[in-house]
């Protein structure tokens, strides 16, 4: 059992003026992989959490770099690993859920990475991720993961083929279930490298059949990316009270990173700032200790938003994730610093 403790600060997440959702600072949770883990010493990057009503605990599926690996800190040629919780204060480590393809013409033969967001439907968690098709790490798609009935029987399986697949580089992977419709909506990153520029938009699919591969909607951007804005990666997508939200960490030309925060009515867009006036969330607001750029996480449980979690730096060059409940949340009762 891995005990987590997660430090984490929180901002306002509200359409209006005043604040709808603080953190609970007193309250804190940490996932980290030290020497003494099942794997020895290894980082956690980006991360999705979703909860399990039927076996009670949360799974998070995470990208994992092993100090020893000669490219960590990067994800390139590692794979995505599972773990779960009853209250997002005491981890098990189970192993690694999403496996780099093994036919020497997969699609994700040189690594599996970064699942933002993940969909449990039926008791199946589906689980995307950007599927790595050359040692060079170019050539990236859009895959398919999703587990048993028991989660933790692993491997999971994946589909075939991408399920999107566009002409640039495509990564950041989340997906979300909305239980009115019958429809899966995916979201991610893709990037066009070219020669007057760097072209980088946040985009949307849909399906009714996710593990059909030519169901899927053709991608099509959903968010505008400002004009000092050089680059755009998306690290949290979450469906609450009817609104779908995305949390995207921007390059800014001149400022550094921040995260912007916005909201839609529908899956497809239009969408605005959740603050009003306000793209982005205050650093000041944030985690101490974040690390590349702080992919952050909402953690949602029955339709309430529970908590967050931020990718942060921990010992040596190792990092991995901190977190915090929401103020009256129940999540964090009973658990200390």
Known sequence: MLMVAFILSCFSVTGRTDSLVKCDFSKMFKVELDKDSPIGEASIREHAIVWHPQKKKY??????????????????????????????????????????GKAEDAHDKFGVASPVAAALVNGVIYCPYSARRTPEYTGRSVGLAYSSADPE??????????????????????????????????????????????????????????????????????????????????????LMDGRYHLFVMEHLYKGGVKIAHLVSNKPAGPFRFYQKNQRWLSWKEQAKNVIYSGHITPVVKNGELVAFFWTVSQDGKRYGLLGHPVLNSPIGKGVGR
């Open 59 to 100: 799974y998070l599926l995470a990208d994992v770099i092993p100090l020893s690996w000669k490219l960590h800190p990067n994800t390139y040629d590692t794979e995505i690993h599972l773990f779960s919780s009853p209250d997002l204060s005491e981890w098990k480590y189970h192993g690694v859920a999403i496996e780099k």
């Open 153 to 238: 029987k692993l491997p999971w399986n994946k589909t075939q083929r991408p399920i999107s697949d566009l002409p640039g580089e495509d990564d950041d992977v989340a997906i979300v279930k909305d239980d009115k419709t019958a429809l899966f909506h995916l979201y991610h990153r893709t990037a066009l490298f070219h020669s007057a520029g760097n072209d980088y938009n946040i985009v949307h699919s849909q399906s009714a059949t996710p593990l059909d591969e030519d169901s899927w909607t053709k991608a099509v951007p959903v968010i505008d990316r400002p004009g000092d804005v050089r680059a755009q990666e998306l690290t949290g997508v979450a």
